[in-house]
């Protein structure tokens, strides 16, 4: 904007030569930064709060005391000076009068005695009734002469008092402002400011050092000693961003340790899916095989052994594909799922396990019972139920999955119950047997996570999951959906 002004101006000037001039001495000039501080205000911002306060506070209090001081004094000494002339007036007309208080201690003498100038004996001579004012050194006095015996009468003026009360007026303002301009800079500075300013700016420099050095203790300022100042307002907004800061932070550890037993999971699931389908080949050769084999004729034991190798290696396949079609990811489709074939394919993935072998299992759950959701995803949630129930209990154990119905609200719901005769839940894992890690629940031994995607999977279908433990004994893991 200073360049274009420059250029607008030397155009307007009339002489091309002055023009010229004018340029070279706008060009040349070394343009001054007016946004620098000069070097007083810069050193005064880079004080402490303290000291600069400390300086603002004097310097305010001096030029307070010295206003009031200079306001106050012209005042008074005009009141003064007021006083001064009344009361002279009055001793003039008293003294022409000869009516002057015995407080002014009259005089009567020569003119020798009284110390009269001659200008003054003059004076009074030629104007016997008038009176003469003459200063002797820093007093002051009044002379007149008496007609009767033609002796002089002297009275002094209270010049000296007006000026010493004048004196001690000046002194006793001057010492009270000084009082109170130290009592108020002592009264800021060690009980005011110290309370409501500089502690509470300590407290944030404390709590945010604690945010640096991670003392999670240390770092939120205590309700109660924050006021409802702006200082205050600052302070709780603080420690509402903190906290909010540290539980983003711990959910994106709690996120980041999920995400790592997820990828674990899905590792893990594309390992068996891969093993599985390498396992399809041979087991579809020796399938074909046993079952050429099946339609020769044989004998009696020969026949059992082909059947029971049959059942196998069918067994086999299937279990094979069931793992296949588990680790298959598929859009999130809501449909009717029939639950009683889903919850025997659950078992069938389970069953690998050569536990399985050993304990009794039983599928109660209603041949029409059918839930709205997603059977891929719901058959995640039932492998996770059975395998803890299958973890838990002994060989030889039971394991039973039921259903039933209940209406709420006008809405029709399916419950199935998972349960088992094996210890059951620790009470002190009960309350917490939801939350992800958890190291003593049900699925310790594997993820830690299986009820934790469980209760959210179910969550995500409208229904509810919840446990608790058999009053024979077990536990019994409750799953409740919307029905179809």
């Not at 603002?56 to 005009?78: D, G, K, M, R």
């Not at 300013?197 to 640096?212: E, N, P």
């Not at 082909?306 to 086999?316: E, K, P, Y």
């Not at 629940?441 to 446990?467: K, M």
């Amino acid at each position: 904007m200073a360049e274009r002004f420059g250029q607008r101006f030397t155009e307007l000037l009339p002489r091309p030569r002055l023009r010229r001039r004018t340029q070279a001495l706008l060009t040349s000039a070394a343009p001054s930064p007016i946004w620098r501080f000069p070097p007083l205000a810069g050193l005064f911002g880079n004080l402490k709060v303290r000291p600069k306060f400390m300086v603002l506070h004097n310097l305010f209090f001096v030029l307070l005391t010295a206003t009031i001081y200079f306001s106050l004094i012209p005042f008074i000494e005009q009141r003064i000076n007021a006083a001064r002339t009344r009361e002279e007036a009055i001793l003039m007309r008293a003294f022409m009068e000869n009516r002057v208080p015995g407080e002014y201690l009259p005089v009567i003498g020569g003119a020798a005695e009284l110390q009269l100038p001659a200008e003054a004996q003059g004076f009074l001579n030629d104007y016997p009734r008038a009176a003469y004012r003459h200063q002797q050194d820093t007093r002051e006095f009044l002379f007149r002469r008496l007609p009767e015996s033609g002796r002089y009468q002297r009275v002094e003026f209270p010049s000296d008092t007006y000026d010493s009360f004048t004196h001690r007026v000046r002194l006793t303002l001057f010492f009270v402002l000084g009082a109170i301009y130290l009592l108020s800079v002592l009264a800021l500075e060690f009980l005011i400011m110290p309370r409501y300013v500089y502690s509470r700016i300590r407290m944030m420099l404390d709590a945010d050092q604690a945010v640096r050095e991670n003392r999670r203790a240390d770092e939120v300022i205590d309700r109660e000693r924050i006021l409802d100042d702006e200082i205050g307002q600052i302070m709780h907004s603080r420690n509402v961003t903190v906290q909010a800061l540290r539980q983003h932070e711990d959910e994106l550890a709690k996120a980041l340790e999920t995400l790592e037993a997820q990828d674990r999971l899905a590792s893990l699931g594309l390992l068996s899916a891969s093993v599985a389908h390498e396992l399809n080949t041979p087991l579809s050769v020796l399938l074909g095989s046993l079952e050429k084999m099946a339609e020769q004729p044989c004998d009696t034991p020969t026949r059992q052994r082909l059947d029971r190798m049959l059942r196998v290696t069918q067994r086999i396949k299937k279990i094979s594909e069931s793992l296949i079609d588990f680790a298959r990811v598929r859009r999130d489709v809501f449909e009717p799922v029939r639950l009683q074939p889903l919850i025997q394919e659950a078992w069938d993935l389970v069953g690998i396990d050569e536990k399985a072998i050993a304990v009794k299992f039983k599928n109660s759950v209603g041949v029409i019972d059918t839930a709205m959701g997603n059977g891929d995803r719901l058959i995640q949630v039932f492998v996770n139920l059975l395998r803890n129930a299958l973890n838990a209990i002994k060989p030889g154990g039971h394991i039973e999955v039921s259903s039933f119905v209940t209406i709420d609200g006008g809405r029709r719901w399916l419950h199935l119950k998972v349960e088992d005769d094996g210890p059951g839940i620790p009470p002190d894992v009960l309350p917490d047997i939801f939350d992800a890690f958890v190291s003593t629940r049900l699925d310790s031994r594997g993820t830690g996570l299986g009820l934790t995607i469980a209760e959210g999977i179910i969550s995500q279908h409208g229904g509810t999951i919840s446990a608790a433990n058999r009053p024979s004994g077990g536990a019994c893991i409750e799953v409740k959906l919307p029905a179809a």
